[in-house]
Every structure is written in structure tokens, then in C-alpha cells.
């Protein structure tokens, strides 16, 4: 059984950084790609990065690109979302997703957990 929990998230001010964590259980962590989706309240979902199954490869939407970065960690079935810079428009619900393959392959439909929320505000 696929099981995601995110972490990490909080109140920060606008230009303050956050690192968000996804810890994995219940599936080969390694063998697949992952995904970072966000909802902002009042929208629906959007996309913000993937990262292939080895990590080699990432993927960013052009409204996060330059200031987040994606890692993962697969000795520690975790991924992470580092996030720099943040803007207020960044405030959202922030959702870690499992691809159905070692490349990047995220539609709404993916696994996803519970999110954690980020609200960047003064």
C-alpha cells in the first residue's frame, strides 16, 4: 500500500526558504519518479517538479524555476523540495505524488499523500 507523508511546511515571510520532506513507504522508493503538486486556495492543482527514479533528472514549473530545488534520497526512501525565495503566491497546499514509472510521468490521478500547507505571508 502506497503511503506518502509530507512534512516541513509552515508560515514563512516573503524571500524566506522552506525544505519540505516526503517520506515513502509500501512501494520500491527507487524505482520510480516523484512529483512535487501544489494547490493554492480557491485552485486547482499544479504541477511544480519532478525528479526521475535516480535522481539524475529534475523538472521545474517555470513559476518555481531557479528558486526551488528537488532532491531525493533513496537509501532514506525520501524526497525533498527545497524552496527559496518564496513569493506569496506560493501559498498552497503542497502534495508529493508517486510516477507509475522510472521517468517522470505525474497526472492528477498519481498517489498522492496529505499535503502540508505553506503560507508565505508578511
Do not use: H
Request: proline residues 6%; charged residues 15%; glycine residues 12%.
Amino acid at each position: 500500500q502506497v503511503q506518502l507523508v509530507e512534512s516541513g511546511g509552515g508560515l514563512v515571510q516573503p524571500g524566506g526558504s522552506l525544505r519540505l520532506s516526503c517520506a515513502a513507504s509500501g512501494f520500491t522508493f527507487s524505482s520510480y519518479a516523484m512529483s512535487w503538486v501544489r494547490q493554492a486556495p480557491g485552485k486547482g492543482l499544479e504541477w511544480v517538479s519532478d525528479i526521475n527514479s535516480g535522481g539524475g533528472r529534475t523538472y521545474y514549473a517555470d513559476s518555481v524555476k531557479g528558486r526551488f530545488i528537488i532532491s531525493r534520497d533513496n537509501t532514506k526512501n525520501t524526497l525533498y523540495l527545497q524552496m527559496n525565495s518564496l513569493k506569496p503566491e506560493d501559498t498552497a497546499v503542497y502534495y508529493c505524488a508517486k510516477g507509475a514509472t522510472p521517468v517522470p510521468s505525474y497526472s492528477n490521478s498519481s498517489p498522492k499523500g496529505k499535503g502540508t500547507p505553506v503560507t508565505v505571508s508578511s
